[in-house]
């Protein structure tokens, strides 16, 4: 099960919900925008921006993305320990992965997508990288070119397949 809302907004305004899950209450002026029932592949409830474009999503297990929306700029917050599958990569791609608690937290490229770990690593195809289990750890990914991805992060490592 998963749950969604929006990040908060250099543009909008924002609260906490039970401390950790950012909820955009205005959008550059106007009432945020109400629930709806998809969130991408992977059901649950999501807000989305004015333009319809999946902001955040939280993931409570393991997950995987086959929603291309979700690889559009979504941040996905982590409070539990998961393996999150990234679908094949493609241009124009990106999202960052935030955990919420100390859990241990996997990102899986595709099979034949390798990921440049922190500009100065590149894994071979297939190979996760993993967070340190610490609250906070992070990781943004970004199409790096037709053979993988850019992982900048806080200090993940490579885990392997």
Do not use: H
Request: hydrophobic share 40%; with cysteine; glycine share 12%.
């Amino acid at each position: 099960m998963s749950t969604c809302c929006c990040r908060p907004s250099p543009c909008g305004t924002s609260r906490l919900v039970s401390g950790i899950v950012p909820v955009v209450t205005m959008f550059m002026g106007y009432p945020a925008p109400p629930l709806n029932a998809s969130c991408g592949g992977g059901g649950g409830q999501v807000i989305v921006d004015p333009g319809g474009t999946l902001v955040t999503k939280i993931i409570d297990g393991d997950y995987l993305i086959n929603d291309f929306n979700e690889m559009r700029g979504c941040v996905f917050y982590v409070t539990a320990p998961a393996v999150l599958t990234l679908p094949p990569v493609a241009e124009g791609m990106y999202c960052r992965i935030i955990t919420i608690g100390n859990n241990k937290v996997f990102i899986a490229p595709d099979p034949a997508d390798k990921i440049i770990l922190d500009g100065k690593t590149s894994l071979v195809d297939g190979d996760r990288i993993m967070n340190v289990s610490w609250p906070g750890d992070w990781a943004n990914l970004t199409f790096f070119n037709a053979d993988g991805w850019s992982a900048i992060t806080n200090g993940w490592s490579n885990a392997g397949q």
